[in-house]
């Protein structure tokens, strides 16, 4: 028996292949492109399209355990093969699903909380490395330009993601359940900023941009109007469940979630 690893290639999904190996489990990663891959040795890396179920048959023989992403494509669209991915699972035998959920139920979720499967949710809301994002204006400019620069919001490392994610595949339990996944704290942008001032030494600069001009940066960057409407709402007006500090990567992996200045610490040359 295996556990098949979706978005293996990704920020979440390479800790849990991660997790996984630590664990002493075999692991199977899904990718559009294995030749692109780069995954350690043991790693079974299959080719396959999370929109295309054709593709997925061979994936699931042999699978206790699927991390499994909710969207579908390089610009973050909701996945609408669902009902197919439950059907296939089902009938490979697979015992249980990750999901890695942006908030918004859509047709994986209904599609698996209406399989026999057994299913967990685990919702991060922004990861710690998406601060890696400013590095070349933190690097040439000593700026950075965002919007809703004071609105806090529960950042986590995605190596806690993919921790949680490990453990609920191995351990079970679970069942049902949704999961926020925060750090410690909830920060706000220019807090943020502030934090990797401070690990490199040099004050940074934040301006603040109007929600049109974000609007308009993230068109020219080529987002749908999908995902710019995502990224105000998160960002504008996050859920309770970014705000509101979780205690889920500690009770599941038995130890307290790192820190942004941890991983700011961990990530400053980047900055410098
Ligand atoms: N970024 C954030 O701050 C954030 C916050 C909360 C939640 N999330 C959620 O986390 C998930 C991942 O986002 P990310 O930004 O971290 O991206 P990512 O995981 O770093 O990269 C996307 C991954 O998805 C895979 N993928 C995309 N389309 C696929 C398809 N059609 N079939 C198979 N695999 C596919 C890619 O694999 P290949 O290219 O190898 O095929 C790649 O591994 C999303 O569901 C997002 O909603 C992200």
């Known amino acids: 028996m295996t556990f098949l690893v979706t978005g293996a290639t990704g920020k979440v999904g390479r800790h849990v ?22 995954l350690p040795a043991p790693v079974d890396v299959v080719r396959g399209d999370l929109t295309a179920p054709e593709t997925l048959a061979a994936a699931f023989d042999g699978v206790v ?5 909710t969207m579908g494509g390089d610009d973050y669209a909701t996945l ?30 209904e599609a698996f909380a209406h399989s026999s499967l057994e299913w967990t ?26 919007p809703f620069a004071d609105v806090p919001g529960g950042i986590v490392d995605e190596a ?12 079970g339990g679970h069942v049902g359940r949704t999961y ?20 490199i030494g040099r004050p940074l600069r934040l301006t603040e941009l109007t929600e049109r001009q974000a609007r308009d940066r993230w068109r020219q960057a080529g987002h ?18 970014s705000t509101t500090i979780s205690p889920a990567v500690r009770e599941i992996t038995g130890r307290a979630p790192r820190s942004f200045a941890d991983w700011v610490a961990a990530h400053a040359d980047r900055f410098r």
């Open 180 to 199: 926020a996944l925060t750090g410690p704290q909830a920060l706000s942008q220019r807090q943020r900023l502030d934090t990797i001032a401070q690990a």
């Open 121 to 146: 949710r685990l919702q991060p809301v922004d990861f710690m490395s998406n601060a890696l994002g400013w590095a070349p204006a933190i690097r040439a400019e000593g700026e950075v330009r965002e």
């Open 80 to 109: 609408r093969t669902g009902p197919e991915l439950a059907e296939l699972m089902g009938k490979a035998g697979v015992q249980r699903v990750t999901l890695l959920w942006n908030g918004q139920v859509g047709p994986v979720e």
């Open 17 to 38: 292949v991660e997790h996984l190996l630590r664990a002493g489990q075999p692991v199977r990663a899904l990718t559009r492109d294995p030749a692109r891959a780069a």
């Open 65 to 69: 355990g699927v991390h499994l992403l």
């Open 160 to 171: 806690d993601v993919g921790a949680v994610s490990a453990r609920v595949l191995v351990d």
């Open 224 to 241: 749908s109007e999908e995902l710019i409407e995502l990224l105000v709402a998160w960002q504008s007006n996050p859920p309770s469940e």
